[in-house]
Nanobody, 124 residues
């Protein structure tokens, strides 16, 4: 089993930055893609960013491209999401997920394990 715990969420103003972190325990995630998704109130969970197993191929949703950056530290079993120039529409619960393989997926079905989420609220 793999446990994923997110941290770093909070209440910020538009234009601010936040760094989300996800720590995996139970088993190593170094051979798997890792992703971030988010779910706003009343909306479906959506893909935000993902990174492949080796950490050299990131993929981003168009809505965050150029503002968010995903990275991983495999020896520490962690993945981070640096969020810059935050907008009110970025408000959501952010979830970390471990992929079913080392290659990136942008759909929920490509991920096998999920964290409990961390709330990010951006005020205007």
């Amino acid at each position: 089993q793999v446990q994923l715990v997110e941290s770093g969420g909070g209440l910020v103003q538009a234009g601010d930055s936040l760094r989300l972190s996800c720590v995996a325990s139970g088993r190593s995630v170094s051979s798997y893609a890792m992703g971030w998704f988010r779910q706003a109130p009343g909306k479906e969970r959506e893909f935000v960013a993902a990174i492949n197993w080796s950490g050299d191929i990131p993929v981003y949703a168009d809505s965050v491209k150029g503002r968010f950056f995903i990275s991983r530290d495999s020896p520490k079993n962690t993945v981070s999401l640096d969020m810059n120039i935050l907008k009110p529409e970025d408000t959501a619960v952010y979830y970390c997920a471990r992929g079913v393989s080392g290659t990136i997926g942008t759909t929920q079905g490509a991920y096998a394990y999920w964290g409990q989420g961390t709330q990010v609220t951006v005020s205007s």
